[in-house]
C-alpha cells in the first residue's frame, strides 16, 4: 500500500501543484477544502492522470469544533498517512481587515485553525515516529508591514508555531518543514497592486514536494527570498515605519 499524504486547502493553485508532485512519484492523496465539487474534479484528474489512490473530503479550517472528526475520518480512509501540507489560506482586504469582524477571518483561516488541525496531525504522527509536516506561512509573516499586517500577524504566529513544532517532533523523526513562498500568481494575489517577482504556482508546488529531499527547516520560494525579507528584516525600525510598505 502506497504512503499517503493529506492536502489541506487542496484547492490552491499552489496545493494543485503539489498534489500532481506527489503524485507523480507514486503517493496516495487525501484533498481536502472547502469546495466539494471541486475536489471531486481534482481527484479524478488526479487519478486518471497519475493512477494513484485519490479520496477527499470537507475541510473548514474556521470549523475547529469539526477537526478531530475530520482527521479521523482521514486516517480511517488512509491509514497509511505519511505527510501532511497545510496550504489553505485567506489574504481578503487587508484594508477591510482594519475591522476586526473581517480581521478575526483572516486570523481564523491563516492561524487558529491552522494550529488546531495540526495538533490532531503532530499527535498522531510523534507516538507513530514517522512522517512529515510541511506548513505553507508566507513572507508576509516576517515583518509587520501596515498594507498587510492582520494577514502577517497571522502567518507570523503560524511560522512561530511550526518552529516549535518542528523542535517538538524532532527527536521523534518526525520532520516539520515551514515554506514561506513570495509573491505567486493565484487567485489570492490576481489584481493587487504593487507585485513584483511573481512565481508561477507550478514551480512553487514542485518545489515544496522538493523540499524534501533536502534538509532545510525554512524555505523560502524562490530562495531569492530569503536575501530580500534579511533586508527587510534588518531596516532599523525609526527608518521602518516612515517607509510605506
Ligand atoms: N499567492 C501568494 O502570493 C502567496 C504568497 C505567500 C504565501 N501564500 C500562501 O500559500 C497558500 C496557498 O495559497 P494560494 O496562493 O494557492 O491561494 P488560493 O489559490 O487562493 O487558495 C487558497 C486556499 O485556501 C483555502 N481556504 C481558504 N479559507 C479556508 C478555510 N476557512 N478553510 C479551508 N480552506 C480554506 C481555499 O479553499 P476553498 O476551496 O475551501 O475555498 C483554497 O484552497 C496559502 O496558505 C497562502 O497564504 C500565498
Not at 19 to 46: K, M, P, T, V
Not at 139 to 149: E, F, L, M, P
Not at 227 to 239: A, D, T
Amino acid at each position: 500500500m502506497s504512503q499517503a499524504v493529506l492536502i489541506l486547502g487542496a484547492t490552491s493553485a499552489i496545493a494543485r501543484a503539489a498534489a500532481a508532485a506527489f503524485a507523480g512519484q507514486g503517493y496516495a492523496l487525501y484533498l481536502a477544502s472547502r469546495d466539494r465539487d471541486e475536489l471531486r474534479r481534482s481527484a479524478a484528474d488526479l487519478r486518471l492522470r497519475y493512477g494513484v489512490e485519490v479520496r477527499y473530503g470537507p475541510f473548514d479550517a474556521e470549523a475547529i469544533a469539526t477537526h478531530e472528526s475530520f482527521f479521523r475520518s482521514v486516517i480511517e480512509d488512509m491509514p497509511n498517512l505519511h505527510g501532511v501540507v497545510l496550504a489553505f489560506g485567506f489574504l481578503g482586504d487587508q484594508q477591510a481587515a482594519r475591522d476586526f469582524r473581517l480581521g478575526e477571518k483572516v486570523i481564523a483561516a491563516n492561524f487558529t485553525g491552522a494550529a488546531s488541525i495540526l495538533s490532531h496531525c503532530a499527535n498522531y504522527f510523534e507516538p507513530l515516529k514517522r512522517g512529515f509536516i510541511i506548513g505553507i506561512s508566507s513572507v508576509a509573516g516576517d515583518r509587520g508591514r501596515q498594507s498587510n499586517y492582520v494577514y502577517g500577524a497571522a502567518k507570523g504566529a503560524l511560522s512561530l508555531y511550526l518552529e516549535g513544532l518542528r523542535n517538538r517532533l524532532f527527536p521523534v523523526g518526525v520532520r516539520v518543514i515551514t515554506v514561506k513562498p513570495g509573491f505567486v500568481d493565484t487567485a489570492m494575489t490576481y489584481g493587487l497592486p504593487g507585485l513584483f517577482l511573481v512565481a508561477s504556482p507550478q514551480d512553487i508546488g514542485e518545489r515544496i514536494v522538493r523540499s524534501l529531499d533536502k534538509s532545510a527547516d525554512v524555505v523560502y520560494l524562490p530562495w531569492f527570498w530569503r536575501y530580500i525579507m534579511l533586508i527587510i528584516r534588518h531596516i532599523p525600525e525609526p527608518v521602518f515605519k516612515r517607509l510605506k510598505l
